[in-house]
């Protein structure tokens, strides 16, 4: 934690080297973070850009509190990310569905490619049906990899309730895919 603490200070002062390290350090959680909300490559790309953009620009104003530095990257990336879907709503668009174009070009086996999309899109569907808290949860957990406490900073909720969270996200993914899978062998 001190070892984050004086890189930050030293980003604060306008130490590239120190900035270039946050980045390094955090980009791929938080690509991870945003991709599984989107669900779209280039535009969670483009989002993670930004959050870090808006990073740097206002990492002056970072201060510790007992909250990581992370938990301060994703709120951000949280902020990005309902900007997006805000824009999205009022304009309408409907996005390229990128598995078509993973799915055309790939070299592999189209069994299994049709096999995996398959697997992608129940996943999908399931989590759909979870709550915004519960959906916010999963995707810092595992696609983020965030410990309990970091999820708990991020979200502003104690460990307890980051743990409850998780647990009825899971059990409701399960029973959501053994109900597909039954309904695949009928």
Known sequence: MQDEQDIVHRAQRGDKEALAQLYETHFDKVYRYVRLRIGNRTEAEDITQQVF?????????FK?????????LF?????????????????GTVPLNESLTRANS???NPHLVAEH?????QLMTATKRLTKAQREVISLRFASELS?????????KSQ???????H??????????????DNEER
């Not at 990005?80 to 304009?91: G, I, M, N, P, Y």
């Not at 999309?117 to 899109?121: A, F, L, T």
């Not at 307890?160 to 998780?166: D, E, I, R, T």
């Not at 899971?170 to 899978?181: F, S």
């Open 117 to 121: 999309q398959s697997d992608i899109e």
């Open 53 to 61: 953009l808006k990073a740097v620009g206002s990492i002056s104003t």
């Open 75 to 91: 709120r951000i990336a949280h902020n990005e990310v309902a900007d997006h879907w805000r824009k999205e709503s009022k304009q």
């Open 168 to 181: 009825s996200a899971i059990v409701a993914l399960r029973e959501a895919l053994l109900v597909g899978e």
């Open 160 to 166: 307890g309730a980051v743990k409850a969270l998780q």
């Open 148 to 156: 309990i406490a970091q999820v708990a900073s991020v979200m502003g």
């Open 106 to 108: 790939s070299a592999g």
């Open 64 to 72: 510790w509190k007992g909250i990581p530095f992370a938990a301060w």
